[in-house]
């Protein structure tokens, strides 16, 4: 909206204002807002879950919303962009009643909602780019894939990346930091392979939106972000690495992400469905089993847990760089 009315040589000065407007808003809402929240119950299951009972919960509508609204003010708007706005802020709102729920709402729904999310973000993504993809860590090799087939993998990379982020959420700031290592990455391979400035400057105004987050989610947490939260940031991932063109750099770049809410998903996938019993002496989320099993303090496992992630993006960057 103000790139109307800026000339295009204070773009800069008109990006930082952005950055400074999406954690500012960000942090002075939450610090306001949070009273209305619902509260948490606490988790039965989790470890240290009933620490979290009557904490406000579903945060995430906060930090989301102060984005879009970032992103409404400071970006060049296209109808692209538009509906992956949209669509984000409809992750968000179905996380978010599920969190305002008495009774939340059973796998199969979600599971729906986040399917039709998918399909919606395949159609959207294949009617403004092309169908080919990008080997960056293989010397920038293309691979032409069919459309039909592209739309599938891209279905199922969205449906993984808003799952994965959500089971990983259940340690004060882990999810977050971890969003944001795994975007803050995909925007350097973004300026690495030369791909637009408008998407890549929504990556700056997410990940400042999550710091205004994490001002009060450090441990000891004041409030928690919720579904609400941790499906917008899977979402937005997801789309972010489609969006570099190399959209295999998703495993490397959330590996983190994968493997800490991934293994829970394929233990009760594969022991529901098929009746095999995997991984019986781990934990998951595997940020349970490394403070139940292995006696890591909350914030042992996110400084570990981001370190590792860390040490994959300084691999990945350098690797696309080559």
């Not at 009972?53 to 708007?77: D, E, Q, S, Y």
């Not at 000891?220 to 979402?235: E, F, K, N, Q, V």
Request: glycine fraction near 8%; hydrophobic fraction near 55%; charged fraction near 15%.
């Amino acid at each position: 909206m103000l790139h109307s009315v800026i000339s295009g040589e204070n773009s800069s000065l008109l990006g930082l204002c952005g950055i400074l407007f999406a954690f500012v808003a960000t942090v002075v809402a939450t610090a306001k807002l949070d009273k209305y929240l619902p509260k948490d119950a606490g988790r039965e299951f989790a470890h240290d879950g009933k620490l979290s009972a009557g904490k406000p919960r579903g945060a995430g509508i906060i930090f989301v919303l102060a984005f879009v609204a970032a992103a409404f003010l400071f970006v060049p708007m296209k109808p692209e962009l538009v509906i992956y706005l949209i669509l984000i802020a409809i992750s968000m709102m179905t996380g978010f009643l599920d969190d305002a729920s008495k009774t939340p709402w059973g796998e199969f729904k979600k599971g729906f909602l986040d399917l039709c999310i998918a399909v919606l973000v395949a159609m959207t993504f294949l009617r403004y780019n092309g169908n080919t993809i990008e080997l960056a860590l293989y010397h920038h090799m293309h691979l032409v894939i069919p459309k039909a087939v592209f739309a599938v993998l891209i279905v199922i990379l969205v449906w993984v990346s808003v799952n994965v982020t959500n089971c990983s959420d259940g340690v004060d700031g882990l999810s977050g930091t971890l969003t944001i290592i795994s975007i803050m990455t995909i925007y350097l391979v973004d300026r690495i392979l030369e791909v637009g400035e408008d998407f890549s400057f929504l990556i700056l105004l997410f990940a400042a939106c999550i710091l205004g987050y994490l001002w009060y989610n450090a441990t000891p947490s004041r409030l928690m972000m919720g579904d609400a939260g941790s499906r917008a940031m899977g979402l937005f991932i997801s789309i972010a690495i489609l969006k570099t063109g190399s959209p295999i750099l998703y495993v490397p770049v959330a590996l983190v992400l994968i493997l800490d809410g991934g293994l829970g998903l394929i233990k009760v996938a594969l022991l529901r469905f098929f009746k095999i019993h995997v991984m019986t002496k781990i934990r998951t989320p595997l940020h349970d089993h490394v403070r139940k099993v292995w006696g890591w303090s909350n914030t042992q496992a996110v400084f570990r847990f981001a370190i590792i992630q860390i040490i994959l993006a300084v691999a990945v960057v350098y690797g696309v760089g080559l």
